[in-house]
């Protein structure tokens, strides 16, 4: 019977809100994650019944405004915000927060290529410039940072290696920031970490002059509101409840109907 379609509204309401509960928990886990960009959800309105069909005038005969009952929402994107995350002073020397767009590029031993916001990165024994779990920064000469040496880095990504007893700077590397037209195209991976499956993000572009600055010494925080993640919260909440009370309603009008025989 048509009570039916209530059921079926208020489940997928259901469905549609725990996403959203699922969207801001994770969120809201990761708000001292380094580099981490939060994610959000949109609704859409689901399936519509259509009861009749609108139709125009036609002679002394009016048109006629169509009759359709909605089946409920469902999910209609997840996607990340990747506005700037504030940057935070470690003094680490290797610790490099991105001040504006692009993404550090990492391969693993596989030769997988990857992307990060977290420059939390180490100088492995081999003077080698590595991600916390062993992942190659591209950019970096092999080895560049071996023997005593102090280094730096510049804005722009230029590795300074300063050899003992000259006071010119030698080149160990550029650490390109790598940018796409849609960020969002981009798969997350876990880790901090994301990869071009599919190519949804295009292609790379490492020339970018839009790109953002390398800021030695710190780290890009995540950016995560918790203010906005809190009263989202308590929207999704709500609206879970109200779906819920939806399908209460409709269990109690059905049992009435069931009851009339009595």
Same mark, same amino acid.
Not at 108 to 126: H, K, P, Q, S, W
């Given at each position: 019977?048509?009570?039916?379609? +209530?059921? !079926? +509204?208020?489940?997928?309401? *259901? ?9 801001? %928990?994770? !969120? ?17 309105? +689901? ?11 036609? %002679?002394?005969?009016?048109?006629? !405004? ?5 089946? %409920? &929402?469902?999910?209609? &994107? *997840? ?18 927060? *991105? &001040?504006?767009? %692009? ?55 230029? @590795? ?17 920031? @790598?940018?796409?037209a849609n960020p969002n195209g981009l798969k997350r991976e876990g880790a901090n970490l994301f990869s071009n499956l599919g190519a949804a993000a295009g292609a790379e572009n490492s020339g970018s002059t839009i790109k953002g600055d390398? *800021? ?5 925080? +995540? ?7 809190? &009263? ?12 819920s009370r939806v399908i209460t309603v409709s269990d109690s009008v059905l049992e009435e109907v069931v009851n009339l025989k009595r």
């Amino acid at each position: 019977m048509a009570l039916l379609n +209530s059921f !079926n +509204s208020g489940v997928a309401g *259901i469905k549609t809100f725990s996403k959203s509960l699922e969207v801001i %928990g994770d !969120n809201i886990a990761n708000v001292n994650s380094t580099g981490f960009k939060t994610s959000r959800v949109t609704n859409q309105d +689901s399936f519509v019944e259509t009861l009749r069909a609108p139709t125009a005038a036609n %002679g002394d005969a009016g048109g006629l !405004n169509g009759m359709q009952v909605g089946m %409920g &929402s469902s999910v209609s &994107s *997840i996607s990340q915000k990747f506005t700037q995350g504030a940057l935070t002073t470690t003094a680490g020397p290797t610790d490099l927060g *991105i &001040s504006g767009q %692009g993404f550090f590029k990492i391969t693993d031993a596989a030769a997988n290529t990857f992307y990060t916001r977290a420059g939390d990165f180490r100088v492995d024994e081999l003077g080698t410039l590595r991600t916390n779990s062993g992942m190659l920064v591209v950019g970096a000469t092999a080895a560049a940072f071996s023997g005593a040496e102090a280094f730096s880095f510049s804005k722009d990504g230029t @590795i300074n290696i300063y050899k003992a007893g000259s006071p010119t700077p030698v080149t160990g590397g550029t650490l390109e920031l @790598i940018t796409f037209a849609n960020p969002n195209g981009l798969k997350r991976e876990g880790a901090n970490l994301f990869s071009n499956l599919g190519a949804a993000a295009g292609a790379e572009n490492s020339g970018s002059t839009i790109k953002g600055d390398i *800021i030695q010494g710190t780290l890009e925080l +995540s950016n995560v509101d918790l203010t906005q993640e809190f &009263s989202d919260l308590i929207v999704a909440q709500r609206a879970f409840q109200a779906n819920s009370r939806v399908i209460t309603v409709s269990d109690s009008v059905l049992e009435e109907v069931v009851n009339l025989k009595r």
